[in-house]
């Protein structure tokens, strides 16, 4: 073990860095994705502030790099950030491996494994907080390494520092992944005790740690141009924003039951970090080193790897459906360094056992057999995260933007809109002309209030910004209202009753996200939540078109042929049946649409979605004659899947149940939801 690398590795890290990297920027988007990528493009291109608790380190560098010279105002500039970031990553774990293990090949399949690996890999192509967080994590891990060999001080210091700055990051990740570290420096305890009782530790530790926090100094600012939730001017803001309590992971339906889904899921999702052989080899990885490694060695690696997998799981309270997975997929990044670490144990096992039958040949069999095994972990991983070609997001946001009439104001709603549309018009340029406004008062600076103000505030001001404006307005998502529904976009019309309205602008659009849906081109979790909604709304439209007008071109009808092709489709197809057909339809025909739409239930359907699913199914049955057995099963199967109170099927339940007299059946529902009021 050598606290200082030798000169003939810094070749290897050279190697290894500049092989992840090149990997990293021929497999990088070019467009504008999701995530979170619309709202750092927009901060580190134009100044502001990230979302909470604000990653100052990660937007204070991205916003330097990007202004370098060489770059434009695209996208690259910050994904190839994060891409530097993740090679200098892996290489720095490549250096921790081999001062652990003094065996380049177990370096080499370790590093290289862990930057092929799904999460990380996907984190290190669009502009993140992770690779950096990992980059920073890792220097601290090797600099107390290095203590540990010495016993110098100088390295402890450093590593409070470059710590520190982790947590100028990504504080949470930093912290939970902390007590890794601590239990690593279990052979040098005696000499960290002695230090604890000293001031002069205590004082130059304490420089360290505020240098590094320093950082966070940079969030106060007065109008910034993008900010969540506007500037940071106060000690008080600042700790809103740092311990992000401005918002809150809380969702009514999760329970004990969504933690131990979760937990099955963090194992699945750890075994298919590395491919095929992940599972096996990790696991084999693991017996091995509990058996031959020093117990801090091992134990700082479980620990490690519980940090942000299931010590992190009993601290959130996501939902578990497939949006929430999505989000929270990239936070065990760093608890995948254990995983990598496993894997190479074993794999040199697997390694050394076959080439110990090749005795001529050993060396060259070994090296073939970690090529391949690598090889086999990026082919795994290649095809989810070799994303040179995902332009759809750009050119949907693109399009929709070139159908706005001159001047307009288009209000936007959620992450994705205000990312992509933020992203197009403030950054890349796009409709100068068009006024962008967030519908919550987010990110953009022509606010109308701040987004803390009550509800009742915010719908003032947007009433009296709508009533004075003559400018056009028009909504994607956001609830405007009246509006005529245009297809994609909803344009405001006001003192008239809502209407739908035919503008073929958007046409292509509308075709090419749907036969990007239908192909099953989408595979991004974030692209998929957000064209799926899209298509509940496009299916409502043409629908309602139908109904409505009764003269739907071969065109359109082709359209809403292929969107009924569709769960989301026939989901909203039922939707404006039970609410708007008037008997235009037979009971027999939307069974049937029901019917077809349960047989393909998509993996990614959101908790509402399916809980209305459920809800109009019961309402369906409800039609004459009626199936009060079927109807009670629907509306109970929605209330199960989604137990909100905005689930309309506890009133429609509880009115079945005092049709019939069934008192216990209506108490045992109040009972469930007990502020339930339905109107009589």
């Known amino acids: 073990m050598n606290n200082h690398p030798r000169v003939y590795e810094f070749g290897h890290l050279v190697l290894v860095f500049a092989l992840t990297l090149c990997l990293y920027v021929a497999t990088m ?22 979302h909470p608790p604000g990653y100052p380190l990660f937007t204070a560098a991205c916003q330097i790099f990007v202004d370098l010279p060489w770059f434009d105002d695209s996208v690259f500039a910050g994904n190839f950030l994060s891409s530097l ?30 930057g092929l690996s799904a999460t990380f890999w996907s984190q290190a192509i669009i502009i993140e907080v992770y690779s950096l967080a990992v980059l920073l994590f890792l220097i601290t891990w090797r600099l107390l390494l290095a203590y540990v060999d010495c016993a110098d001080r100088r390295f402890l210091y450093a590593a409070i520092f470059i710590s520190a700055l982790g947590l100028s990051n990504h504080w949470p990740l930093m912290v939970l992944s902390g007590p890794a570290l601590i239990v690593m420096l279990a052979p040098r305890s005696d000499e960290v005790l002695v230090l604890l009782r000293s001031p ?122 497939y949006f929430w997975q999505a989000i929270y997929k990239p936070y065990p990044v760093i608890s995948y360094l254990a995983l990598a670490f496993w894997f190479a144990s074993g794999a040199s096992l697997l390694i050394n056992w076959i080439g110990g039958r090749f005795s001529r040949s050993r060396k060259s069999v070994e090296t073939t057999l970690a090529v391949l095994i690598l090889l086999g972990v990026g082919m795994a991983n290649l095809n989810v995260n070799n994303r040179s070609r995902d332009n759809w997001i750009s050119q949907y946001g693109t399009t929709l933007l070139a159908t706005l009439p001159a001047d307009s104001v288009l209000f936007v709603t959620g992450d994705v809109e205000i990312g992509v549309f933020g992203f197009l018009h403030h950054v890349a340029g796009v409709r100068p002309d068009i006024e962008l406004r967030s519908w919550d008062n987010l990110v953009f600076e022509n606010r109308l209030t701040s987004p803390f103000a009550s509800d009742a505030r915010q719908d003032e001001l947007r009433e009296a910004f709508l009533q004075g404006t003559s400018k056009p307005v028009f909504s994607i ?73 009764n003269d739907l071109s071969p065109e359109e009808q082709q359209r809403l042929h292929d969107l009924q092709a569709t769960f989301p489709g026939k989901l909203a197809t039922l939707e404006t049946l039970l609410h708007f057909s008037q008997g235009m339809y037979g009971k027999q025909e939307i069974l049937q649409i029901a019917e ?78 007990p502020e339930m009021a339905c109107e009589a």
């Open 200 to 321: 002069g530790f205590w004082l130059t530790a304490f420089a360290c740690l505020a240098l590094g926090l320093s950082p966070y100094l940079l969030l106060f600012s007065a109008d910034p141009t993008i900010a969540v939730y506007g500037e940071v001017s106060s000690p008080l803001e600042l700790l809103r924003y740092i311990s992000r309590s401005a918002y809150s992971d809380v969702h009514v339906a999760a329970d004990g039951t969504d933690r131990l889904l979760y937990m099955v899921w963090l194992l699945t999702e750890s075994g298919t970090q590395f491919g095929v052989l992940g599972i096996p080899l990790v696991v084999a990885g693991l017996y091995s080193m509990i058996r031959s490694k020093p117990v801090n060695v091992w134990l700082s690696l479980l620990v490690l790897f519980l940090g942000t997998t299931f010590i992190l799981n009993l601290l959130l309270n996501f939902r578990f459906e």
């Open 85 to 114: 970031f993740a090679a200098g990553g892996v290489a720095v774990f490549f250096s921790c491996c081999l001062y652990w293990s003094d065996d380049l090949s177990f370096a080499y399949i370790a590093a290289i494994a862990y």
């Open 29 to 50: 988007p070019v467009t504008i994705s999701l995530e979170d990528a619309g709202l750092f493009q927009m901060v580190c291109h134009l100044g502001g502030i990230g």
């Open 477 to 549: 998502a956001a609830p405007l209202t009246p509006v005529a529904h245009e297809g994609i976009l909803k344009r405001y019309t006001p003192g008239a009753p809502g209407s739908v309205k035919r503008n073929p602008a958007p046409d292509m659009l509308i075709d090419y996200l749907l036969a990007l849906y239908l192909s099953e081109l989408i595979t991004d979790p974030h692209e998929l939540y957000y064209a799926y909604h899209r298509l509940i709304d496009l299916s409502r439209y043409y629908m309602r078109l139908q109904l409505i007008q």
């Open 596 to 673: 077809l739409a349960e047989q393909q239930i998509p993996h990614f359907v959101t908790v509402e979605s399916l809980a209305v699913f459920y809800s109009l199914y019961g309402r369906a049955h409800l039609i004459a004659p009626q199936d009060l057995y079927r109807a009670i099963a629907a509306f109970q199967r929605s209330i199960a899947i989604n137990p909100d109170p905005v689930n309309q099927s506890w009133c429609l339940l509880a009115g079945i149940y005092l049709v019939e007299d069934n008192h216990s059946g209506l108490e045992d529902l109040r009972k469930g939801f």
